[in-house]
T-cell receptor, first 112, second 111 residues
Framework: TQLLEQSPQFLSIQEGENLTVYCNSSSVFSSLQWYRQEPGEGPVLLVTVVTGGEVKKLKRLTFQFGDARKDSSLHITAAQPGDTGLYLCAGLKARGNEKLTFGTGTRLTIIP | NAGVTQTPKFQVLKTGQSMTLQCAQDMNHNSMYWYRQDPGMGLRLIYYSASEGTTDKGEVPNGYNVSRLNKREFSLRLESAAPSQTSVYFC??????????FGSGTRLTVV
């Protein structure tokens, strides 16, 4: 059973376009993280959101945690080829819980 | 700036062979983890260690054993490799806060 479902699974868009990736669950998470993974490397943490409704911005990337803390979204404005990669959301069920649960991933390709 | 170091980077095993994947972190983190990554499945937790001297099962522990040798090192052992264990294995550590630091992975093929 996959607790975190990401959509879309694959996305290929032109440079300069905007996009949104979704991470959904029926479970409540105390915090949610987004990672980006490039080929041959491990995931790298982009952001952590902990409060329902929280919005965080990282340059052209905007992350939002749902009010009920069951879902999250990643919006990229004016996508660039350097944004290409596998984006993973991951959630912690409770503070102090050691088990980070990962989503299924969204493979993003930005075409120059 | 080593972070989390995994060895080896690539390995091919025959069914039934054993091997140990090594992981070391130099960030003085208490918690360490082993994940496997398969296409379309995201990362799944195999085992974790919340502190030196403790280990616990994750989502997919069958066929694996772990050892938290000291605070720096957390190894993953396959006693009798099976083709179903073909995967990319990632070690990670976590310190203050919730962010994980991952190694660059071990690509294992069992034939």
């Amino acid at each position: 059973t996959q607790l975190l479902e990401q959509s879309p699974q694959f996305l290929s868009i032109q440079e300069g376009e905007n996009l949104t990736v979704y991470c959904n669950s029926s479970s409540v998470f105390s915090s949610l993280q987004w990672y980006r993974q490039e080929p041959g490397e491990g995931p790298v943490l982009l952001v952590t959101v902990v409060t329902g409704g929280e919005v965080k911005k990282l340059k052209r990337l905007t992350f939002q945690f749902g009010d009920a803390r069951k879902d999250s979204s990643l919006h990229i404005t004016a996508a660039q080829p350097g944004d290409t990669g596998l984006y993973l959301c991951a959630g912690l069920k409770a503070r102090g819980n050691e088990k980070l649960t990962f989503g299924t991933g969204t493979r993003l390709t930005i075409i120059p | 700036n080593a972070g989390v170091t995994q060895t080896p980077k690539f390995q091919v095993l025959k069914t039934g062979q054993s091997m140990t994947l090594q992981c070391a972190q130099d960030m003085n983190h208490n918690s360490m983890y082993w994940y496997r990554q398969d296409p379309g499945m995201g990362l799944r937790l195999i085992y974790y260690s919340a502190s030196e001297g403790t280990t616990d099962k994750g989502e997919v522990p069958n066929g694996y054993n772990v050892s938290r040798l000291n605070k720096r090192e957390f190894s993953l052992r396959l006693e009798s490799a099976a083709p179903s264990q073909t995967s990319v294995y990632f070690c990670a550590s976590r310190g203050q806060g919730n962010g994980y630091t991952f190694g660059s992975g071990t690509r294992l093929t069992v034939v």
